[in-house]
Each structure stands twice: as structure tokens, then as C-alpha cells.
T-cell receptor, first 115, second 111 residues
Framework: SQTIHQWPATLVQPVGSPLSLECTVE??????LYWYRQAAGRGLQLLFY??????ISSEVPQNLSASRPQDRQFILSSKKLLLSDSGFYLC??????????????FGNGTRLTVT | TQLLEQSPQFLSIQEGENLTVYCNSS?????LQWYRQEPGEGPVLLVT?????EVKKLKRLTFQFGDARKDSSLHITAAQPGDTGLYLC???????????FGKGTMLLVSP
């Protein structure tokens, strides 16, 4: 069966420090991968998605970047965190290719607090 | 930018009551999904609807997709405390490959 791992679960970082959040998927090949941010337990904002190794699409210009160095690994990064980067970050995957209406499978998220 | 409105934003009811949550857009969805999220966890898919007028049932949950595919509703019968959570609708608009999420409805069911 497929599983998704996201870490760390919680993170407190000072303003101006770097960030690296990692997400890995097991049990599937060539998944579509996604990073979302959720503010205050509300709706999800799509930040980045990837349909293959080295391919990244950015939905919202911001202080963050993403990379996909391996097929089932997705990394969210920042060189210098801002207070506004605080939030709940969710990684998700779904079947790649012409997946149509296949569901998104989410990790358990990382709660990031920038102080 | 495609917008997706959910209502109500917050709902607090007693166990045994019925409720309906709505999801609306001015644009046509090619498909729509409902997710449920518990605190500290990621959302989990409940249902996908594709055809206008479609109705799907999942135990005490009934999902309906509007005939014009611009709206959807989630009806819960005889709510239980275990139904507590954030309910999110997510639509795929025609011509777009990614999902757009609503802001969610926070449901609290008290015993």
C-alpha cells in the first residue's frame, strides 16, 4: 500500500533562518506531488506541484521554493523565513499521468511557527 | 482566479441533528471532491462527484452535485460527535489540472 511521510511534525524557527521540509511517498511510482499551506485550520492554498523529477510548477510567487530530487521525494525550502511563512504545510500525492479525478493523499502536515 | 465559496464557515450542533454544507462557484466544475480533516492531520477524501445531478451516499452522508456542475452540497443525517471536523470541498475547473479548495466548514457536534 502507498504511504506518505512528512517531517518534522512541528517546527519553530526564527525570522531570517532557512527552512527545509521533506516529504516522501512509498508504494507508488511517478506520482504527482503537491505542497499546500493551510492558514488557521482553513482552506488549502496550493504552493507548488510536480509531475516528474526536476519539474516544479509554482502557483503563488513567494519566499519559498520546492525541489524534487528523486521520483518520490519533494522538498519545500526557504533561504530566509518571514513571519508570514508561519502556517500548516501539507504535502500530498496523487496518481501521475492522466489521473483525472484520482484523490489527493495527504501527509499529516508540518506546523511551522516563525518567531 | 477561480473562486469556490463554502458555507457556513462554522456549525455547532447537538448530536442527532441534521445539517447541510454548501459549496458554490460561478464557474463550471469538471469534477468536485469533498474531504474531511481532523485537527493535526491531513484531509481525507470522502467522495468525488463528476456528473451533473449526481447523488452519492456514504452511510449518513449524502453528497449532491448540481445539475449545472457549479455547486455541491453535503448533508449529514443524525450527526454524531465523530463527525466533528473540517469539511473541505475541492473543485477541478474546466481547463485546469489542479484542485481549488474552499475555505472549509468547521463542524462541531456535541453529545
Amino acid at each position: 500500500s502507498q504511504t506518505i511521510h512528512q517531517w518534522p511534525a512541528t517546527l519553530v524557527q526564527p525570522v531570517g533562518s532557512p527552512l527545509s521540509l521533506e516529504c516522501t511517498v512509498e508504494g507508488t511510482s511517478n506520482p504527482n506531488l503537491y505542497w499546500y499551506r493551510q492558514a488557521a485550520g482553513r482552506g488549502l492554498q496550493l504552493l507548488f506541484y510536480s509531475v516528474g523529477i526536476g519539474q516544479i510548477s509554482s502557483e503563488v510567487p513567494q519566499n519559498l521554493s520546492a525541489s524534487r530530487p528523486q521520483d518520490r521525494q519533494f522538498i519545500l525550502s526557504s533561504k530566509k523565513l518571514l513571519l508570514s511563512d508561519s502556517g500548516f504545510y501539507l504535502c500530498a500525492w496523487r496518481i501521475g499521468g492522466r489521473a483525472g479525478n484520482s484523490p489527493l493523499h495527504f501527509g499529516n502536515g508540518t506546523r511551522l511557527t516563525v518567531t | 482566479t477561480q473562486l469556490l465559496e463554502q458555507s457556513p464557515q462554522f456549525l455547532s450542533i447537538q448530536e442527532g441533528e441534521n445539517l447541510t454544507v454548501y459549496c458554490n462557484s460561478s464557474s463550471v466544475f469538471s469534477s468536485l471532491q469533498w474531504y474531511r480533516q481532523e485537527p493535526g492531520e491531513g484531509p481525507v477524501l470522502l467522495v468525488t462527484v463528476v456528473t451533473g445531478g449526481e447523488v452519492k451516499k456514504l452511510k449518513r452522508l449524502t453528497f449532491q452535485f448540481g445539475d449545472a456542475r457549479k455547486d455541491s452540497s453535503l448533508h449529514i443525517t443524525a450527526a454524531q460527535p465523530g463527525d466533528t471536523g473540517l469539511y473541505l470541498c475541492a473543485g477541478r475547473f474546466s481547463g485546469y489540472s489542479t484542485l481549488t479548495f474552499g475555505k472549509g466548514t468547521m463542524l462541531l457536534v456535541s453529545p
